[in-house]
């Protein structure tokens, strides 16, 4: 079972915008409309950023938000802040089990 | 307010067998998929198993199909994880999650983690 392909790193300067992607397949993220985001800060838990790949729970900044196209699905940080670095994974629903990304690290600079 | 707390980690040797267990508070667990969601030290996050509201769907990750057990108790809002034939590469923080979207692993509500560790 392949992980969903993320860049290792991504970065920006404080009120920049930056944009991870996250490939899969036709099987994965292609095939549903159920991609995740993820924000991990050091030695806490994951936080869910967008699900259905464009809906942000409550609370989450409108700063990020999440699209894709094809097997691609991205997710954009607008009026980067120092509090968004971060480690990122998308996930995706896969029929009878989820995958997720090898996750990346964003800087903010 | 959400709560998901696991307990059941610790120490075990390989081939050796262990239980984690999370217990579940604030809010209908009756209406949720639950997931389990492991994490290496310094690793990414890996999607390990989930069940379905009444527990007659359950799926797992090729990596340990045929040695853990997902099951819950709705009865006492309880989701564990029976991990048997423990290898070293099952070492890890092991997180338990609940579902925004049936299945979908749109994760909303995670547990603080419970880690295990499998070594001689």
């Known amino acids: 079972q392949s992980a969903l392909t993320q860049p290792p790193s991504a970065s920006g300067s404080p009120g920049q915008s930056v944009t991870i992607s996250c490939t899969g397949t036709?099987?994965?993220?292609?095939?549903?409309?159920?991609v995740s985001w993820f924000q991990q800060h050091p030695g806490k838990a994951p936080k869910l950023m967008i699900y259905?790949?464009?809906k942000r729970p409550s609370g989450v900044p409108d700063r990020f938000s999440g699209s894709k196209s094809g097997n691609t699905a991205s997710l954009t940080v607008s009026g980067l802040q120092a509090e968004d670095e971060a480690d990122y994974y998308c996930?995706?629903?896969?029929?009878?089990?989820?995958?997720f990304g090898g996750g990346t690290k964003l800087t903010v600079l | 307010e959400v709560q998901l707390v696991e307990s059941g980690g610790g120490l075990v040797q390989p081939g050796g067998s262990l239980r984690l267990s999370c217990a579940a508070s604030?809010?209908?667990?009756?209406?949720?998929?639950m997931h389990w969601v492991r994490q290496a030290a310094g690793k990414g996050l890996e999607w390990v198993s989930r069940?379905?509201?009444?527990?007659?769907?359950?799926n797992y990750a090729d990596s340990v199909k045929g040695r853990f057990t997902i099951s819950r108790d709705n009865a006492k809002n309880t989701v564990d994880l029976q991990m048997n034939s423990l290898r070293a590469e099952d070492t890890a923080v092991y997180y338990c999650?609940?579902?925004?979207?049936?299945?979908?692993?749109?994760?909303?509500?995670w547990g603080q983690g419970t880690l295990v560790t499998v070594s001689s």
């Open positions: 999650a609940r579902d925004l979207v049936a299945g979908s692993g749109s994760c909303q509500s």
């Open positions: 604030g809010f209908t667990f009756t209406s949720h998929w």
């Open positions: 996930s995706s629903y896969a029929g009878n089990r989820v995958v």
């Open positions: 036709s099987s994965d993220v292609g095939g549903y409309n159920y």
């Open positions: 069940i379905d509201e009444d527990g007659s769907t359950t």
């Open positions: 259905a790949v464009t």
